[in-house]
């Protein structure tokens, strides 16, 4: 199971042994769809890896509702707002059909990277290379490539 | 080099901007395409532009034109019954048959989505020469995507995977938000197997490459269509010149071992 685990980017620069650390934090999870994972502004106390589904993540805009930014699928972790404090979701988070997903006790999983600093570090690499894959499809976003010359 | 007369026998609003011609001779035709290649075409009175080739047969052409300017404009309003000039074929095409027992992964971004209409078509028509078919398409916003129609009916379909996703999802889209990197890059690919075929805005087919590399893609398995101001289209006036390359000609479809550097570079 743990070598499976290898296959999340995330987890992909640890050992089997640091693996198997992070795998006694987790469970395997099934979620239905149209489920409503977490809202913005809790506590954020767990994340996921996505093994197949979709997920949105969301946010309230006054006048528009929920409003999607980013969906995620196969392969992503969703949730990181329990790496930093304050430790709460800055999005919302609801499936859009069933997840397979493997479920992570991040308050424990904090504590063994806390008490292995070796398996801290790989896992923060692992987080910042997430962050940085996502901050650059966002920053594409951003420049709206697919607009009009006409509105430049 | 005289342009051809052909009539727009329909017209179909694809966006707010952009709409596609079904154009028909009136008498001699032009040669039929390859997938990917381009057409000039000729409004009588205003001008000519470069215009990618959307679908072909039995000498129909059909053309998918954004209005970004006057001779754009005129184009993409002609009304069914209008008169247009074709010159053309000209460029390189997408070589879809060097692609026969590959795992076929398109990529469009936008209005790319028009040139590399062929390829789906093209791979659909002989499906079972080729592997798994993926089609990774992005658009601004779900009403901006092109052929929707035809995208619904891929979808539905068990021999192609589609993956649509939008930076700007509006009402009624329930599907994903993201860049087309995003979906990109959750493919399962097989480097070894699989040829991808990639349109867009030049930066959208540079973070997609680089998606495609990552995963372990040989640059000489990545193919783009370039765009620039083509003119002749034969490659004598030079105003297509891209570096080496005099587009028209040498491209529009070219390898990423040829497009990297080109497109890396910061002005040309």
């Given amino acids: 199971m743990t070598d499976d685990l290898a296959r999340f980017s995330l987890l992909r620069g640890l050992s089997a042994a640091q693996r198997a650390k992070v795998w006694s934090t987790a469970q395997e999870v099934s979620i239905a769809a149209h489920h409503r994972v977490f809202d913005e502004g809790q506590d954020a106390r767990r994340c996921w890896l996505i093994r197949s589904g979709q997920v949105a993540l969301d946010t309230t805009v006054p006048g528009r509702g929920l409003v999607v930014v980013q969906t995620l699928g196969a392969g992503d972790v969703l949730g990181w707002s329990w790496l930093v404090p304050p430790r709460r979701w800055h999005f919302g988070a609801v499936t859009l059909d069933p997840v397979q997903a493997v479920e992570i006790d991040t308050v424990r999983l904090s504590a063994l990277a806390d008490a292995d600093p070796a398996l801290g570090y790989r896992l923060a690499l692992g987080l910042f290379e997430a962050v940085l894959a996502r901050l650059q499809n966002t920053r594409a976003r951003l420049l709206d490539l697919y607009g009009s010359p006409r509105e430049r | 080099m005289l342009p051809v007369p052909y009539r727009v026998v329909a017209r179909t609003v694809e966006t707010d901007d952009s709409a596609t011609l079904r154009l028909e001779p009136i008498g001699a035709r032009v040669p039929h395409p390859n ?8 409004a009588r009175g205003i001008g000519e532009v470069a215009i990618s080739i959307s679908d072909a047969w039995n000498g129909t052409l059909v053309h998918t034109i954004r209005d970004v300017g006057a001779v754009s404009r005129a184009l993409s309003g002609a009304p069914p019954g209008a008169v247009l000039g074709v010159r053309g074929p000209f460029g390189t095409d997408w070589g879809l048959d060097s692609a026969v027992g590959h795992d076929v992964v398109i990529v469009a971004g936008g209005l ?3 040139p590399l209409r062929p390829v789906v078509l093209g791979a659909l028509h002989r499906r079972a020469e080729y592997r798994r078919v993926t089609l990774v398409a992005g658009a601004r916003s779900p009403g901006e995507f092109l052929f929707r129609a035809q995208l619904a009916e891929w979808a539905a379909r068990a021999d192609i995977d589609v993956e649509l996703t939008v930076d700007r999802p509006g009402a009624g889209w329930d599907g994903p938000v993201g860049f087309v990197t ?17 349109c867009g805005p030049e930066p959208m087919m540079r973070f997609s490459a680089n998606v495609l590399l990552d995963k372990g893609l040989a640059p000489d398995r990545i193919r783009l269509s370039l765009e620039r101001n083509m003119q002749c289209g034969i490659g004598v ?3 297509c010149q891209l570096g080496p390359l005099l587009v028209c000609r040498d491209g529009p479809v070219v390898d990423y071992v040829t ?10």
């Fill in chain 2, 35 to 42: 997938a990917g290649q381009f057409c000039m075409l000729y």
């Fill in chain 2, 112 to 114: 790319g989505l028009a």
């Fill in chain 2, 182 to 198: 995003e979906p990109l890059g959750r493919l399962d690919v097989e480097p070894s197997t699989t040829i991808a075929f990639v």
């Fill in chain 2, 237 to 239: 006036c030079g105003h």
């Fill in chain 2, 259 to 268: 497009a990297e550097p080109l497109l890396s570079a910061r002005e040309l």
